[in-house]
């Protein structure tokens, strides 16, 4: 399995730019297929957005698309998330999730490595 770090959380005013990294180490990251969620105070965790391993496919919420892009650079054994636009609603602690060989998967259940977390603040 593979060790996830997340970084790049931290307070940002609404309309400004912010890119999340989750960082792997363990084994090559290139046939993971990893997701971001996020979850709020007081509230459940919710899906952002997911790549596959292949990278070809992708899935994100409803209320991010448009706004937040995932991408995947397996060189670096990677995974970002491009947040633009952010909006105060989209504060939350954000984690990134992955399993080896996975599609897109919009469901948590669907991942088996999980990383720490990082707090992403958005004031307006």
């Known amino acids: 399995q593979v060790q996830l770090v997340e970084s790049g959380g931290g307070l940002v005013q609404a309309g400004c730019s912010l890119r999340l990294s989750c960082a792997a180490s363990g084994r090559s990251f290139s046939v993971y297929g990893t997701g971001w969620f996020r979850q709020g105070t007081g509230k459940e965790q919710e899906f952002v957005a997911a790549?596959?391993?292949?990278?070809?496919?992708?899935n994100y919420a409803d209320s991010v698309k448009g706004r937040f892009t995932i991408s995947r650079d397996d060189a670096k054994n990677t995974v970002y998330l491009q947040m633009n636009s952010p909006k105060p609603e989209d504060t939350a602690v954000y984690y990134c999730?992955?399993?080896?060989?996975?599609?897109?998967?919009?469901?948590?259940?669907?991942?088996?490595?999980w990383g720490q977390g990082t707090q992403v603040t958005v004031s307006s």
């Open positions: 999730a992955a399993r080896q060989g996975s599609g897109p998967g919009t469901s948590g259940s669907v991942y088996n490595c």
């Open positions: 790549i596959s391993w292949s990278g070809t496919n992708t």
